[in-house]
Nanobody, 125 residues
Framework: QVQLVESGGGLVQPGGSLRLSCLAS????????IGWFRQAPGKEREGVSC????????YYADSVKGRFTVSRDNAKNTVYLQMNSLKPEDTAVYYC??????????????????WGQGTQVTVSS
């Protein structure tokens, strides 16, 4: 059974950092591109970052570029999202998603086949 489980969310002050993890099970992560998305209350789901299956291509939304870094450890079946210099507007539920594509990734939700349940990130003083 394909499963993605996010962890690492929480409450952090503005300017702080968090690292989210996305643990995959039930499939071979090295064959899948992974995307990170977020959804704030009352807003549409937004593509934040993605990384292709072999880890050589990454993309970021303009709103997080220079602050967030996506990486992956296929041996651990885990993808990470390091979030630095967090702002209150980063507050949202963060999701990871998987697509069976090796060389590309995308920031559109329709690109992905499997989704995790999400982890809450709250940036507040």
């Amino acid at each position: 059974q394909v499963q993605l489980v996010e962890s690492g969310g929480g409450l952090v002050q503005p300017g702080g950092s968090l690292r989210l993890s996305c643990l995959a099970s039930g499939f071979t992560l090295e064959n899948y591109a992974i995307g990170w998305f977020r959804q704030a209350p009352g807003k549409e789901r937004e593509g934040v970052s993605c990384i292709n299956a072999i880890g050589r291509s990454t993309y970021y939304a303009d709103s997080v570029k220079g602050r967030f870094t996506v990486s992956r450890d296929n041996a651990k079946n885990t993808v990470y999202l390091q979030m630095n210099s967090l702002k209150p507007e980063d507050t949202a539920v963060y999701y990871c998603a998987a697509a069976r594509r090796r060389f590309t990734c995308g920031l559109g939700a329709s690109y992905y086949d499997y989704w995790g349940q999400g982890t809450q990130v709250t940036v507040s003083s």
